[in-house]
């Protein structure tokens, strides 16, 4: 296993790093997450024209920078250290890659060039109440009408769903899975806002009633929409590493510069083994979370995305509650941000499934649990 | 190099001489690997190595376990003078004789022990009271060591020592390397828990090094104990190197031959619990790859004791899950404690062939890796080292740092 970053992937990381330390301060994510919608139109165009970050992982071709798992891990491990508030992960990450792997050329050579220049913003909403992770669950049915499909039902947990301008959706015609796509204003599509535990990021609940879509993609899409929530994983693994770091990285901080009873807090050792056990998980967390992204296109690929999914969302939540307790009262306020992490770090261990069920993978595949 | 040549120079060493030929012994071929500087990949040529960097070791290893079945697991064959000795030789040790000292050190011909910890300094080893004092060209060492791990078939042993009692503790010490057939010392097993005595107490009676046997300059030694001690830890820390190997898949060989009969839930139980060891276990290894991609050259600095820490862990969970998979059979310990004096640690460390094998190992691993969180450095030591070296915290008010030692208390 190689885990080595090159020049270049040092300095994609410091520009990001330089970028998100402006743009995405911490009164920003206060702004921001104060909004309907959960971030700025403004800084999107910036993040998209002068970093390419909305094309990352677009092929050249389609206005992208081409990029792969690797740098986008980077960049998922820097806007997971600061909670930017974008629609990266929905329309950057999971609704890219279910356009790439899934849809027909023509529909790819329309859609992805507009969410490269970061004109336009995209979701993929494929969750359905009950099982939302499990393609295999889906009910939603497309209604064929000549050339012409309508939707009818409710898909939830949608990222970003009441801002996204390209609503991709995933249902069934016949037997087979497939991709459509909703016009903002189409006719009996309302988007409902759900108020989230981490405000951070938008989710709502698409309901259709009788609403003209699309087809886009000609072929079963099972396999690619699999394969696009691998990516999503592996990427939100590393938005996971990032955060965690900076929960850490506040605590160590805060540590040597509160005093009690005559010394810093962190020269106790309650307080200093904490520090050092959250070390050790996060340098794990690291491994994971790196291991996944390097071995992306490699057989083994999908238990190397589960296991840095349970394990780097467990350590994110673990990091994130010391956090708190280490800045005692302070830290249970609203003014200071240790509670956005938690937030952050407790519902992007429920997104895309529970560190159990990707453990479950893992048991599986390595024969401790019957396959 | 790139590491298609490492890989050709093995192939070519293999032509040599192969460790699958009956005739050609661990010594022999060794020997062989360490004059192709195949054994310590990154020192420099000449001292058993091509002066690459020290992640190309893992493809030398990776290549002789391709195209040999006998496969000499180094820190089996000298833990110690592996690990900690030729580090320490590399570093400090003077250019007469180095060469040899290595050679022997990578072929097991001399074991090594580290003569460090005593009756009154264990975690705090920079307090220890033994002395040496100089006599003409030589130092007369007197005092007693503990827990000295195979110092009963050593022929070196890393002693640290006080030359100076009258400045502060860190500043008194110096470090030998001594002779352990000298007149003088004496080996005493101690009993452990598992039964056996791998480890011993030393006594040092009017013993003589030469000065020529100081690594680094005279008060200086714990300088050179903290190199010794940081190649401990990284060594102890090091993770499988094969991924599902080490006990993780030892515990997983027991859950397939369980006869153990199980309610449903308590069987999901128990396998939620293996599957959360599996990961940390393949994360820990990959922890152990990336320390050594990153790892330029020298040798290791505090981060070492996050591997440390991890693996003892992690590792003492998964043998004591081992025993839970085993149920009742883990109420028989068919090795017995009469008294064993293992003459090197590998009997119970490994074999993983047979059902039989795994369940003596996991009994007896059961037992001995309760010593993983105390040898190297207790897991408090360490998240201490990680708290203040690595992250920056202050220390612990000190009330022996800026005073004679002698005028340390001790108990
Ligand atoms: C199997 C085995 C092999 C060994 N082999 C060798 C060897 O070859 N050579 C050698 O020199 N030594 C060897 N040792 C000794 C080992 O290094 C020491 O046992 C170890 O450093 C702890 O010292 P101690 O036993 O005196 O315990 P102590 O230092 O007395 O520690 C007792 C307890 O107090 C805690 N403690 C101590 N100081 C602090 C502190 N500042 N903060 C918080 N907690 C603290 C410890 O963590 C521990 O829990 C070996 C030990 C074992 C078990």
Known sequence: MNFEFSEEHEDLRRTVRQFLENESNETAVREMMAEENGFSREVWARLSEELGLAGLIIEEKHGGAGFGMVELAIVMEEMGRVLLCAPFLSSAVLATSAIELGADASIQADLLPQIASGEKTATLAFSEAGDPWNLGKIEMTAAANGDAFKLSGQKTFVLDGRSANIILVAAKVGSELTLLQVDEDAAGLTRESLPPLDPTRKLATLRFDHTPAKRIASVDVRGALEQSIQRTITALAAEQLGGAQRCLDMAVDYAKSRLQFGRPIGSYQAIKHQCADLLVEVELARSAAYAAAFSADDKGADIAAAMAKSFCSETYAKAAKRNIQIHGGMGFTWEHPAHLYLKRAKASEIIFGSPSLHREKVARSVGISAA | ?411
Request: charged residues 25%; hydrophobic residues 35%; proline residues 5%.
């Open chain 2, 1 to 411: 190099m790139t590491e298609t040549e490492v890989r050709e120079r093995v192939r070519s060493l293999l032509q040599k001489i192969h460790p699958d030929d009956p005739g050609a012994t661990a010594v022999d071929f060794r020997g062989v690997q360490f004059d192709h500087g195949l054994a310590f990949a990154s020192y420099p040529e000449g001292l058993g190595g091509l002066g690459l960097s020290p992640k190309m070791q893992s493809i030398v290893n990776d290549e002789l376990q391709q195209n040999a079945k006998t496969f000499y697991e180094n820190l089996a064959i000298n833990p110690i003078g592996i690990g900690m000795g030729a580090p320490v030789l590399l570093t400090y040790g003077k250019d007469e004789g180095k060469r040899e000292m290595l050679r022997r050190i990578f072929t097991g011909e001399d074991i090594w022990c580290q003569l460090f910890s005593e009756p009154s300094a264990g975690s705090d080893v920079a307090g220890l009271s033994s002395r040496a004092v100089r006599n003409g060209d030589d130092w007369v060492v007197n005092g007693q060591k503990v827990w000295t791990t195979l110092a009963h078939v050593s022929k070196w042993g890393m002693l640290v020592t006080r030359t100076d009692p009258d400045v502060p503790k860190h500043d008194g010490l110096s470090y030998f390397l001594l002779d352990m057939e000298s007149p003088g010392v004496e080996c005493r097993p101690l009993y452990q828990i598992t039964g056996e005595a791998e480890f011993n107490e030393v006594f040092l009676n009017d013993v003589r090094i030469p000065h020529s046997r100081m690594l680094g300059e005279e008060g200086q030694g714990w300088r050179v104990a903290i190199t010794t001690l940081m190649n401990e830890r990284s060594a102890l820390g090091g993770g499988a190197s094969r991924k599902g190997g080490g006990p993780v898949s030892l515990l997983l060989k027991l859950l397939q031959e369980s006869k153990v009969s199980r309610s449903k839930v308590e069987q999901a139980l128990l396998e939620d619990r293996i599957t959360r060891l599996y990961i940390r276990a393949e994360m820990l290894r990959l922890t152990t790859l990336r320390a050594r991609a990153t790892q330029r050259s020298g040798n290791p600095g505090p981060e070492g004791s996050v591997g440390k820490v991890a693996q003892s862990e992690l590792y003492q969970q998964v043998w004591e899950t081992c025993i839970d998979v085993l149920g009742e059979d883990g109420l028989i310990y068919e090795l017995g404690y009469e008294l064993r004096r293992p003459g090197d640690i590998t009997s119970l460390r490994s074999g993983n062939d047979d059902d039989e094998t795994r369940r003596l190992q996991a009994k007896y691993q059961l037992l001995r890796s309760q010593a993983n969180t105390i040898e190297g450095g207790t897991s408090e030591i360490m998240r201490n080292i990680l708290g203040e070296r690595v992250l920056g915290l202050p220390g612990e008010p000190r009330v022996d740092k800026n005073i004679a030692w002698k005028d340390v208390p001790r108990g």
